[in-house]
């Protein structure tokens, strides 16, 4: 721009600024009442930026492998109809008894807070007609699940899933990739996943146990607490997943479901085995794993790090199973073959946590540093901050800050090779000071030259 009009465009804007009317000062200002602070609300979190390096690496390794298997991604809604995961997940659940997040709107709608996403990705594949498509449907998704269960370690109220589904086909083989995939995305992560695996059978060899399991443990029933009691009318095989004492020691000698599998149900089971034995997936036999949500058919695990296996169902890591009959309760097609798994990436990211010391994982610093003196300074260094960035340079600043000593002690303090100075007298010789950040030596250089001056120090 030739020099006048850029001096009368100057010119223009001071008048603009000078238009402004002076702040109004306020006489006798009352002082002002001291105001609480928000609470996060019990059992949710923050994820601070010095932890999403670690989260990176989870989501990648989970996006690279799901892909790499062929799944594609799939975003449902947080808030779905509340019938989904009463019909879903089960009535009689825990999750459906006391953990969901439940609302009402004003129009009377009854919506819920996911807390859970196999119900929803399959809701997603008959609500838009997927069976029409070459099946099976691969589908994976990522996000936010919410239960109001008691907060604890590694029990948030809100928590982040990554799950796989795999819909549309029956085979054994496709239970085995399902626990194949979610073992790799841990061993890509340089955690040793164990896998506890079980078949539950069909709905109806499931109806017989459950006879059994209930005169088991009602001939014991004064071990039981209270809430295994309540479980044994309305959910008996969830008392195989109890915490409670009593249960825990009753168990041991508990009618076992694989007794009641019929032929199929036994055979598939075997294949699945069989399959994962082929691939080197490493498995312990549960005769007890049940898992929390009705929908499951055959095939359920649970998979743990192999140095916290001992610790049970709270260190899971993830799980997950087959779910044929889950189309139909949904008022999809009957007996859809389905399996899916779902990996708890907060207790995954807190396993990476500690097994690198809980040190912070630290970002890459920019090499570069741009500091600037005076407010022609300024402007100048937010256009070479984007000349560098265009080409490549990473580089950060502290344009906030007017002295160049505070400026420094910023530029050390993230690591900077090298800082580019710009001041009131750089810009109008159309220079720049390029400083060594650790010898201290400085020289000038040329305005238009900083990016390749940069380069060939790089
Ligand atoms: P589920 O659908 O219950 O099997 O959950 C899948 C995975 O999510 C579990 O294996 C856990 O790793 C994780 N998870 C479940 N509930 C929570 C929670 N309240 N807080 C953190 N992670 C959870």
């Not at 295994?228 to 959910?235: A, F, P, Q």
């Not at 073959?337 to 994982?361: C, H, T």
């Not at 720049?432 to 201290?440: E, F, N, P």
Request: aromatic share 6%; charged share 35%.
């Amino acid at each position: 721009m030739p020099t006048k009009k850029k001096e009368k465009k100057e010119e223009q804007k001071e008048k603009v600024v000078a238009k402004k009317p002076a702040e109004k000062k306020v006489v006798g200002e009352v002082p002002k009442k001291k105001i609480n602070p928000i609470s996060l609300p019990r059992g949710m979190r923050d994820i601070l930026p010095e932890d999403q390096l670690v989260w990176d690496r989870v989501r990648s390794a989970c996006k690279t492998l799901s892909d790499a298997y062929g799944f594609r991604r799939i975003d449902t809604p947080i808030v779905e109809d509340t019938n989904l995961f009463v019909r879903g997940v089960g009535k009689h659940t825990d999750i459906v008894e006391k953990e969901m997040y439940s609302l009402e709107t004003e129009g009377g709608e009854k919506l819920t807070l996911r807390p859970e996403g196999t119900a929803s990705v399959m809701r997603a594949y008959i609500s838009n007609g997927m069976f029409n498509q070459p099946q099976p449907a691969k589908l994976w998704y990522m996000g936010p699940m919410f239960r109001h269960e008691r907060p604890q370690s590694g029990r948030y109220r809100q928590f982040q899933t990554f799950g796989c589904e795999v819909i549309g086909e029956k085979d054994p083989v496709l239970d085995a990739q399902i626990i194949l995939l979610s073992w790799l995305i841990l061993k890509e992560l340089g955690i040793k996943g164990i896998v506890r695996i079980n078949s539950i059978g069909t709905p109806e060899s499931r109806s017989a146990y459950k006879q059994v399991l209930v005169q088991y443990f009602r001939s014991h029933r004064s071990k039981l607490s209270d809430n295994d009691k309540r479980r044994l009318l309305r959910n008996p095989l969830r008392i195989l997943d109890s915490k409670d004492e009593g249960a825990i020691e009753l168990k041991v000698d508990a009618p076992q479901i694989v007794d009641w599998l019929d032929d199929t149900s036994k055979a598939h089971f075997m294949r699945v085995l069989e399959y994962l034995d082929e691939v080197g997936v490493p498995y312990q036999l549960d005769p007890y794993l049940v898992r929390g949500l009705d929908y499951y058919s055959d095939t359920v695990y649970e998979l743990f790090d192999e140095e916290e296996a001992d610790e049970r169902s709270q260190s899971a890591l993830g799980g997950g199973g087959r779910y044929d009959g889950l189309s139909e309760l949904l008022g999809g097609r009957e007996e859809t073959g389905a399996v899916g798994f779902g990996l708890g990436m907060d207790r995954i990211v807190s396993r990476l946590k500690s097994m690198a010391g809980d040190e912070p994982v630290k970002e890459e610093e920019a090499p570069v540093f741009i500091a600037q003196l005076g407010e022609a300074g300024r402007k100048r260094s937010l256009a070479v901050f984007e000349e560098l960035r265009l080409a490549g340079i990473r580089a950060s600043e502290a344009f906030g800050k007017e002295s160049i000593k505070a400026q420094m002690e910023v530029a050390n303090r993230r690591g900077a090779k090298w800082a580019v100075i710009i001041g009131q007298k750089e810009v109008l010789d159309g220079t720049a000071i390029l400083r060594d950040m650790d010898s201290g030596s400085q020289e000038i250089i040329d305005a238009t030259k900083i990016v390749r001056e940069l380069e060939k120090k790089l």
